[in-house]
């Protein structure tokens, strides 16, 4: 005669079961540290600046030239209640742009009191890079970009130079707008 089992020991031989066929946990993959900046394309040379280097991104708004400025100030914009100068990175550098008009965006930046946006032929958006794949020379940019960036960062078998906010806001000639 066959042994009854209780229901409670029909659930621990289910669960014994069940243990026994189920699979392992998959195993955790290795951290890897990452470095997080805002893509974008200049003159067809593909860019990265830091994260806090740029408080937002923005279709180009409208704006109202100004008089008695270099050509690559575009004028100023009202963003939000506060006027913000315009600038057009690709006349400051002396580049050509490669962009359609429909692709520019202006990055706003925000740093050591002053703001202003720079228009940019296209913006990739956030993109995060291994920091192990990190170069300190740039890489196939002309030579207007050496004052402005340092070093460079590969991803999806592209190359990302670092363009530095900071550098361009230091630059003296960047800060005197009067022609």
């Not at 066929?21 to 200049?42: C, K, M, S």
């Not at 202003?116 to 794949?133: A, K």
């Amino acid at each position: 005669m066959a042994q009854v089992a209780t229901p409670f020991q029909a659930l621990l031989d289910l669960n014994d079961r069940y243990r026994a066929a189920a699979a392992g946990l998959p195993e955790q993959e290795a951290f890897v540290e990452t470095w997080t900046g805002i893509a974008y394309r200049l003159a067809g040379c593909a860019l990265v600046t830091p994260m806090n280097q740029v408080s937002e991104i923005l279709t180009p708004p409208p704006f109202t030239r100004l008089p008695g400025v270099k050509s690559w100030v575009l004028g100023v914009a009202n963003v939000r209640g506060r006027l913000v100068p315009l600038i057009d990175l690709c006349d400051y550098l002396g580049i050509e742009s490669a962009a359609t008009r429909q692709n520019r965006r202006v990055l706003m930046v925000e740093m050591n009191d002053l703001l202003f946006g720079l228009r940019v032929d296209q913006v990739i958006g956030m993109q995060h890079f291994n920091v192990d794949n990190q170069q300190e020379l740039t890489v196939d940019l002309p030579p207007e970009f050496d004052a402005y960036t340092e070093g460079a960062y590969q991803w999806n078998k592209e190359i990302w130079n670092l363009f530095s906010m900071e550098k361009l806001v230091n630059q003296p000639n960047f800060l005197h707008v009067a022609a």
